[in-house]
């Protein structure tokens, strides 16, 4: 479990994130909602510790990771498994050495095993045969699912995701998701997911934080938000005509049963 | 001019800061010795070639040069002398770095700047690797390793064209040559020339590492980070040569 606690952040003048508390459980996918620049990613890395929070505190199970040195931090973030935006692949290494290289800088295991946990991630992505290639021969949703087997090759506690299906068609984002989904069930990851995708939340989500103008306007699961009767989030989340659309079918449907 | 857009103050604290991050024991010794290899050979072995075509080409315009003052009362052997401290206590020593600079520096920083605008840098840093140690200190080393060896061989390549010319043009024998290069020759000359650039090697490879790994935004910036790194790194090696020369020559 992630807990923040009363996390705040400015860049120079600028308020970015207001007190934001919040808990994200283990073995749920918890996605973080929000209108771009509404500081979502802001938030996300002060977690990891990529950004430091004006005041505050991030606990890892129980652990300040906020009041930690260097050194501690390191060991909690052997921990971490992170996939990015862009993937973040090192285009100078195969994906093979890609996935190997957080088992090469933090395991001690020999280069047969390391060759099989590559394999085995590999397989768990849905990318066998692929070892050999570099990152730039990959298509951008290949590269994401590679970006998830090089997080989770450390058999990492948390995982972060961050706008995983951004750039991706909406079949493969939903094979992404599912991919999201099913790893955090079968390792019983505390996942958290930024996102502004309405299908992955609906898809992928067990509970939704929705940031605001730099506060947390709404905590809840699925259901919960759909039946909100926050304007702001009502706005985010019926942005498109597709989701109004279908906003429209279902009151209609109840009004004619 | 870079130097006064920019705090000067808060660019040296963060450099300082950035060094004494870079500088600390590899986590991994085999991976840091592979590392290692590979930046030796970016930095030392794809430079011997324009290292070499600019010495060669130095010595021999340095010989004809001189060769065209001597008449009447300048002695032929001041040919051989004038190309031997010209190699050894400034082309070789600092032009060569200046040159290295723009091609190893533009290198460093655009490859750091890349790495730090597509992320690759927040995920070693997610991992828990010391993203500026992992990247930066091979470089370094390597840059200390391979910039004084491509400097000797710059001095030895500049005086030998300086003496074929010579030889070939018939501006000087090879007796009153070898006589310019040995008249007054101090061993110190070459020490001073290797101190200045083991200290020029540091200030490339540091300076431009660091305008590379604090990018932030896209292609423009990358671009802008490699033009910076050459810049200050040319600038401040002139500075230095300035400083050292004073130090250790008066």
């Known amino acids: 479990m992630i807990e923040v606690k009363n996390i705040s952040k400015s860049f120079g003048e600028t308020p970015v994130l207001k007190d934001v508390s919040a808990i994200f459980e283990k073995g749920k996918v918890n996605f973080i909602i929000g209108r771009s620049g509404s500081g979502k990613s802001v938030l996300t890395k002060c977690i990891v510790g990529l950004l430091e929070p004006d005041s505050g505190h991030v606990f890892f199970d129980g652990r300040d990771f906020t009041a930690m040195s260097r050194k501690e931090r390191k060991e909690v973030r052997k921990e971490i498994g ?106 019983g990851m505390t996942t958290v997911v930024v996102s502004h995708d309405m299908n992955s939340v609906i898809e992928a989500s067990d509970t939704i934080h929705f940031i605001h103008g730099g506060e947390i306007a709404f905590k809840g699961d699925n259901a919960e938000m759909m039946v909100s009767d926050s304007q702001t989030l009502n706005d985010f989340i019926y942005a498109s005509k597709l989701m109004q659309k279908l906003r429209d079918n279902s009151s209609s449907n109840s009004n004619e049963v | 001019m870079y130097l006064s857009d920019v705090g000067i103050i808060f660019n040296i604290g963060r450099y300082t800061r950035f060094i004494s991050t870079v500088l600390h024991k590899p986590e991994k010794g085999k991976i840091f010795r592979r590392q290692l290899v590979r930046e030796m050979s970016i930095i030392g072995v794809e430079s011997v070639g324009i290292v070499a075509l600019l010495s060669v080409f130095m010595g021999a315009v340095m010989c004809l040069q001189t060769a065209h003052q001597v008449s009447g009362w300048i002695p032929v052997y001041t040919i051989g002398f004038t190309v031997r401290q010209t190699m050894i206590l400034e082309f070789s020593p600092t032009l060569i770095p200046v040159i290295l600079a723009g091609k190893i520096g533009s290198n ?143």
């Open chain 1, 82 to 187: 992170m996939l990015f935006q862009g993937g973040a692949l090192f285009d100078s290494m195969t994906i093979a050495e890609n996935i190997k290289f957080p088992l090469k800088m933090f395991s001690d295991m020999d280069e047969e095993s390391m060759s099989s946990r590559v394999r085995d991630c590999l397989s768990r992505v849905e990318l066998e045969g692929q070892e050999d290639k570099y990152p730039a021969e990959l298509s951008g949703g290949m590269q994401k699912r590679v970006g998830i087997a090089r997080a989770i090759s450390l058999n990492p506690k948390y995982l972060f995701c961050d706008e995983p299906n951004s750039g991706l068609d909406p079949q493969t984002a939903i094979v992404i998701d599912k991919l999201i989904l099913d790893i955090t069930n079968e390792y």
């Open chain 2, 108 to 250: 460093i920083a655009s490859q750091l700047g890349t790495m730090r605008v597509t992320e690759q840098i927040d995920a070693l840093e997610i991992m828990g690797v010391n993203s500026a140690g992992f990247l930066v200190l091979p470089k370094i080393v390597a840059g200390f390793i391979c910039i004084p060896a491509l400097v000797v061989m710059s001095m030895v390549l500049g005086i030998s064209s300086g003496a074929a010319v010579a030889l070939i043009s018939g501006v000087s024998s090879m007796a009153d040559f070898e006589d310019g290069l040995q008249v007054d020759f101090v061993s110190y000359d070459v020490v001073y020339a290797i101190i200045k650039t083991t200290v020029f090697a540091l200030i490339m490879t540091s300076v431009s590492a660091y305008h590379g790994y604090f990018t932030s935004g896209g292609a423009i910036e990358v671009a802008k980070s490699s033009t910076k790194a050459v810049v200050y790194s040319v600038v401040i090696i002139m500075l230095t040569n300035l400083i050292l020369t004073k130090l250790l020559l008066t």
